[in-house]
């Protein structure tokens, strides 16, 4: 079943990274392959010989690989069928259902899931599930408890997220999540609560999170990792503060705060234990119940159980489903009478977690998971188990009284020093396993993480998980008593790993690696932790090499590369050159999108960007510069200009990390790397006025290169911020061949009142970036505006259609790269 198992992943894994599904060509393909690789292996077992039994195997992986890949792609081609249509959007529509899942709150509204049993739309496959946001307007949301069942007014559209290179992928979430419309309540005050409730087991659960949930926030309240207790109780990480979230991600420890495999077996474990061991003593009671049902199987049972019902409480995550389906393997074969290699049991799991949701190879959490186990499983398998041999004797003197003292002393000394060879052996194994996914998906990896989990994971394990576990067992008052327990317990264990975190050499930042590094990385933790005798393992960590080198090739001298991110209703490109980097504005804050924690942060991190020469916040914007707190506190800043008032609260922020201050003002020139920078607008007087009218605007420009005529025909950029009409003209009367780029970063993400014609005429762009938000509340680009570029022939890249966009000006060459088509997958919205 390894074989099976493993090539049903494969095709699943394969599956997920198509740009379209597959048409009646592809399936008929698929089927022939399918067919011919179960012949094959047919002809080879029958047979025999252990060369076909080799080529009957890999047949047989063929075939599991073509099953994963149909499955998972009749799978989406279902789930992708109800789909909101565009005429649709933005149009209000009266829906009924219920509250699904456990609602995320906050002090502006309330986030949640809602189950559409009806809709007044004449749409035929009308979307099943919505992701909704109740905004509070005068008043509060009403509590939304799960299961409960309303009827609400909404404003709809598609599934759509941002795209950008390095950053997770939304609208994978959104798919697995089976939200096909996201959206919020247009008319709050005209929501009405339906009588009854929904039913099902689903429903359930979440109503016995929420109440627990509801119960460690009445309990805690304001203590400072309430959040980490939620999480550990009922896997909800949203409660989770920012500090918390930075003190585990610098001390590789961000995994215990969901209730992940280790934390389900262990409870599983010890439920097993306690189980077993009362049911063994069902004899003082009078009861021979272990001679009807042996206790082992007792004890595997009622682990198995426990881990299905702790796994409900985790939501079902995708280490949750690994350990219980892992669990409920052991279970069966035990209860059955048979034996199954551990490696049989992850495979199991594997194609169990696949076959309920094919998605989970698009998360984090499923290779984190997976590939922890399988290193445990692959560098034990190869350790000696030896066992030692005491000697018994009946005799009673004193000298043999001590002989045995000290024979049964060392025996347990020597069991002692097993067991820790074995935990390092198994953190080792798990660190080094984990080292390229934890690059790969957080461009970081923390150094102390060996040490800082050799005792924060027992420390969770042993002492807060139980705790919690009580509290949610007793009732009250001693419920409370037990969350508090908990509380202290995280308490101590946060301010040892601050102790820890102190240093910045703690945490080492790489960049996302490619395909084929992590390929050469895998083969190398594979030829790493193989058995001992294997030859040259010293040389394994050559293999790991390409992880240090950069995402992508720095600018030649005197190019530049720009970056306009997807950042939704807002504007941050990212500028470099061959040896330096220049942000222009950070996106929207959490007045919005949290563009700069969510996006700019994570891009520069996996693009190896570890400190900013300069961050050019344009204007005050929320748009423009709601970001650039979470950049400052994510990265180095070593100098800040902007366009705000004296009185901005950026700027002490910003002195407060050390990054040297200076308003923006025209006049202001550098050049970086044989690249050319000035600040043509604002100039230097006080700022009056609509922030629009001083922004900053950035003129980029390479290094001139001979044409074939003799002329020098430099390429340039020019961002232009929120500038309107007005500027426009200052601009032109004063600086007219100064503007003249071949990239134009489109002034006020292309409103009625900029991109007048003069100006067009004067810059001469042959490529336009329009940084726009999807069905934005301004209704951005303006129509007019954006059929003005289309008719002078510019080249044309919008965020809500393209994602991000990527410019390299090299010599006298411009190119232009499109997030969405170069990295397109099935499940993108069009």
């Given at each position: 079943?390894?074989?099976?198992?493993?090539?049903?992943?494969?095709?699943?894994?394969?599956?997920?990274?198509?740009?379209?599904?597959?048409?009646?060509?592809?399936?008929?393909?698929?089927?022939a392959?399918?067919?011919?690789?179960?012949?094959?292996?047919?002809?080879?077992?029958?047979?025999?010989?252990?060369?076909?039994?080799?080529?009957?195997?890999?047949?047989?992986?063929?075939?599991?690989?073509?099953?994963?890949?149909?499955y998972?792609?009749?799978?989406?081609?279902?789930?992708?069928?109800?789909?909101?249509?565009?005429?649709?959007?933005?149009?209000?529509?009266?829906?009924?259902?219920?509250?699904?899942?456990?609602?995320?709150?906050?002090?502006d509204?309330?986030?949640?899931?809602?189950?559409?049993?009806?809709?007044?739309?004449?749409?035929?496959?009308?979307?099943?599930?919505?992701?909704?946001?109740?905004?509070?307007?005068?008043?509060p949301?009403?509590?939304?408890?799960?299961?409960?069942?309303w009827r609400?007014?909404?404003?709809?559209?598609?599934?759509?997220?941002?795209?950008?290179?390095?950053?997770r992928?939304?609208?994978?979430?959104?798919?697995?999540?089976?939200?096909?419309?996201?959206?919020?309540?247009?008319?709050?005050?005209?929501?009405?609560?339906?009588?009854?409730?929904?039913?099902?087991?689903?429903?359930?659960?979440?109503?016995?999170?929420?109440?627990?949930?509801?119960?460690?926030?009445?309990?805690?309240?304001?203590?400072?990792?309430?959040?980490?207790?939620?999480?550990?109780?009922?896997?909800?990480?949203?409660?989770?503060?920012?500090?918390?979230?930075?003190?585990?991600?610098?001390?590789?420890?961000?995994?215990?705060?969901?209730?992940?495999?280790l934390?389900?077996g262990?409870?599983?474990?010890?439920?097993?234990?306690?189980?077993?061991?009362?049911?063994?003593?069902?004899?003082?009671?009078g009861?021979?119940?272990?001679?009807?049902?042996?206790?082992?199987?007792?004890?595997?049972?009622?682990?198995?159980?426990?881990?299905?019902?702790?796994?409900?409480?985790?939501?079902?995550?995708?280490?949750?489903?690994?350990?219980?389906?892992?669990?409920?393997?052991?279970?069966?074969?035990?209860?059955?009478?048979?034996?199954?290699?551990?490696?049989?049991?992850?495979?199991?799991?594997?194609?169990?977690?696949?076959?309920?949701?094919?998605?989970a190879?698009?998360s984090?959490?499923?290779?984190?998971?997976?590939?922890?186990?399988?290193?445990?499983?692959?560098?034990?398998?190869?350790?000696?188990?030896?066992?030692?041999?005491?000697?018994?004797?009946?005799?009673?003197?004193?000298?043999?009284?001590?002989?045995?003292?000290?024979?049964?002393l060392?025996?347990?000394t020597?069991?002692?020093?097993?067991?820790?060879?074995?935990?390092?052996?198994?953190?080792?194994?798990?660190?080094?396993?984990?080292?390229?996914l934890?690059?790969?998906?957080?461009?970081?990896?923390?150094?102390?993480?060996?040490?800082?989990?050799?005792?924060?994971?027992?420390?969770?394990?042993?002492?807060?998980?139980?705790?919690v576990?009580?509290?949610?067992?007793?009732?009250?008052?001693?419920?409370?008593?037990?969350?508090?327990?908990?509380?202290?317990?995280?308490?101590?264990?946060?301010?040892?790993?601050q102790?820890?975190?102190?240093?910045?050499?703690?945490?080492?930042?790489?960049?996302?690696?490619?395909?084929?590094?992590?390929a050469a990385?895998a083969?190398?933790?594979?030829?790493?932790?193989?058995?001992?005798?294997?030859?040259?393992?010293?040389?394994?960590?050559?293999?790991?090499?390409?992880?240090?080198?950069?995402?992508?090739?720095?600018?030649?001298?005197?190019?530049?590369?720009?970056?306009?991110?997807?950042?939704?209703?807002?504007?941050?490109?990212?500028v470099?050159?061959a040896?330096?980097?220049?942000?222009?504005?950070?996106?929207?804050?959490?007045?919005?999108?949290?563009?700069?924690?969510?996006i700019?942060?994570?891009y520069?991190?996996a693009?190896?960007?570890?400190?900013?020469d300069?961050?050019?916040?344009?204007?005050?914007?929320?748009?423009?510069?709601?970001?650039?707190?979470?950049v400052?506190?994510?990265?180095?800043?070593?100098?800040?200009?902007?366009?705000?008032?004296?009185?901005?609260?950026?700027?002490?922020?910003?002195?407060?990390?050390?990054?040297?201050?200076?308003?923006?003002?025209?006049?202001?020139?550098?050049?970086?790397?044989?690249?050319?920078?000035?600040?043509?607008?604002?100039?230097?007087?006080?700022?009056?006025?609509?922030?629009?009218?001083?922004?900053?605007?950035?003129?980029?420009?390479?290094?001139?290169?001979?044409?074939?005529?003799?002329?020098?025909?430099?390429?340039?950029?020019?961002?232009?911020?929120?500038?309107?009409?007005?500027?426009?003209?200052?601009?032109?009367?004063?600086?007219?061949?100064?503007?003249?780029?071949?990239?134009?970063?489109?002034?006020?993400?292309?409103?009625?009142?900029?991109?007048?014609?003069?100006?067009l005429?004067?810059?001469?762009?042959?490529?336009?970036?329009?940084?726009?938000?999807?069905r934005?509340?301004?209704?951005?680009?303006?129509?007019?505006?954006?059929?003005?570029?289309?008719?002078?022939?510019?080249?044309?890249?919008?965020?809500?259609?393209?994602?991000?966009?990527?410019?390299?000006?090299?010599?006298?060459?411009?190119?232009?790269?499109?997030?969405?088509?170069t990295?397109?997958?099935?499940?993108?919205?069009?």
């Open positions: 079943m390894r074989a099976v198992w493993c090539g049903f992943a494969l095709g699943v894994v394969w599956l997920q990274q198509q740009a379209e599904l597959p048409g009646w060509l592809g399936w008929l393909g698929l089927c392959g399918f067919g011919a690789a179960m012949a094959v292996a047919a002809l080879c077992f029958r047979r025999g010989g252990a060369w076909r039994a080799r080529i009957g195997w890999g047949a047989v992986l063929l075939a599991a690989a073509c099953a994963g890949f149909g998972a792609a009749w799978r989406a081609q279902t789930r992708l069928a109800f789909e909101l249509p565009h005429a649709w959007e933005g149009r209000d529509v009266a829906v009924r259902g219920w509250v699904k899942g456990l609602p995320t709150r906050s002090a509204g309330a986030r949640f899931l809602f189950a559409v049993e009806s809709a007044d739309a004449a749409v035929e496959r009308f979307p099943c599930t919505l992701q909704l946001s109740w905004v509070a307007d005068g008043a949301p009403p509590m939304l408890e799960p299961g409960s069942r609400l007014d909404v404003r709809l559209k598609r599934a759509h997220g941002n795209a950008n290179w390095g950053v992928d939304a609208e994978a979430t959104l798919l697995a999540r089976d939200v096909r419309a996201t959206g919020y309540v247009s008319a709050p005050s005209q929501a009405v609560r339906l009588a009854g409730a929904a039913n099902g087991v689903g429903v359930t659960v979440d109503r016995w999170r929420w109440a627990i949930r509801e119960r460690i926030a009445a309990v805690l309240a304001d203590a400072p990792h309430a959040g980490i207790v939620v999480a550990l109780a009922i896997g909800a990480q949203d409660a989770v503060s920012a500090a918390d979230w930075l003190l585990m991600r610098r001390t590789g420890t961000s995994h215990l705060v969901a209730i992940s495999g934390h389900i262990f409870v599983a474990g010890l439920a097993g234990w306690l189980m077993g061991m009362l049911w063994r003593r069902s004899f003082f009671v009861r021979g119940w272990p001679l009807r049902l042996p206790a082992q199987k007792v004890a595997i049972g009622s682990g198995a159980l426990f881990a299905a019902f702790h796994a409900a409480l985790a939501g079902f995550n995708v280490p949750a489903q690994r350990a219980l389906w892992m669990a409920g393997t052991v279970a069966l074969a035990y209860l059955g009478g048979r034996r199954v290699a551990p490696s049989v049991v992850l495979a199991w799991a594997l194609g169990l977690v696949l076959l309920v949701d094919p998605w190879v698009t984090a959490g499923f290779w984190l998971s997976f590939c922890a186990v399988a290193a445990i499983l692959f560098a034990m398998s190869g350790s000696a188990r030896t066992a030692g041999n005491e000697s018994q004797s009946d005799e009673a003197s004193g000298a043999q009284f001590v002989r045995r003292f000290l024979i049964a060392r025996s347990w020597a069991k002692l020093a097993g067991r820790v060879r074995g935990g390092a052996r198994v953190q080792f194994a798990v660190t080094v396993a984990l080292a390229p934890t690059i790969y998906f957080f461009s970081q990896v923390p150094l102390i993480g060996p040490l800082a989990n050799a005792f924060a994971i027992p420390w969770v394990s042993v002492l807060v998980t139980p705790a576990i009580a509290g949610i067992a007793l009732p009250a008052p001693l419920d409370a008593l037990a969350f508090r327990v908990a509380h202290q317990l995280l308490e101590l264990l946060a301010s040892g790993l102790l820890l975190s102190g240093p910045a050499w703690t945490v080492w930042q790489l960049p996302q690696p490619g395909a084929w590094s992590m990385a083969v190398g933790v594979v030829w790493c932790l193989a058995p001992s005798g294997w030859p040259l393992r010293w040389a394994a960590p050559l293999t790991w090499l390409p992880l240090l080198a950069p995402a992508s090739a720095a600018p030649a001298q005197g190019a530049f590369r720009l970056t306009a991110l997807d950042v939704g209703q807002g504007s941050s490109i990212v470099e050159t040896h330096h980097t220049l942000l222009f504005d950070a996106g929207p804050g959490p007045e919005s999108t949290h563009a700069g924690e969510r700019v942060v994570p520069l991190q693009a190896g960007i570890a400190a900013l300069a961050l050019i916040v344009s204007h005050a914007d929320s748009d423009h510069s709601g970001g650039a707190p979470a400052l506190e994510g990265v180095e800043v070593r100098q800040l200009l902007a366009g705000l008032a004296p009185t901005h609260p950026l700027w002490r922020e910003a002195s407060a990390k050390g990054a040297q201050t200076v308003r923006c003002a025209a006049g202001q020139r550098w050049q970086w790397d044989g690249v050319d920078f000035a600040i043509l607008w604002p100039d230097a007087q006080p700022l009056e006025g609509k922030p629009n009218a001083h922004c900053c605007v950035l003129r980029v420009g390479a290094a001139s290169v001979p044409a074939r005529d003799g002329e020098a025909k430099p390429l340039a950029a020019l961002l232009a911020a929120d500038i309107e009409a007005g500027v426009e003209r200052t601009l032109l009367a004063r600086e007219r061949d100064a503007l003249r780029a071949q990239v134009l970063l489109v002034p006020h993400h292309g409103s009625k009142t900029s991109s007048t014609e003069p100006f005429d004067s810059v001469e762009p042959s490529i336009a970036v329009f940084q726009v938000g999807y934005n509340r301004f209704r951005h680009p303006y129509p007019g505006v954006y059929e003005r570029y289309r008719a002078r022939g510019i080249e044309l890249a919008r965020s809500d259609d393209d994602g991000a966009a990527r410019i390299d000006a090299n010599g006298a060459t411009l190119t232009l790269e499109r997030y969405r088509q990295h397109r997958r099935y499940w993108m919205d069009r």
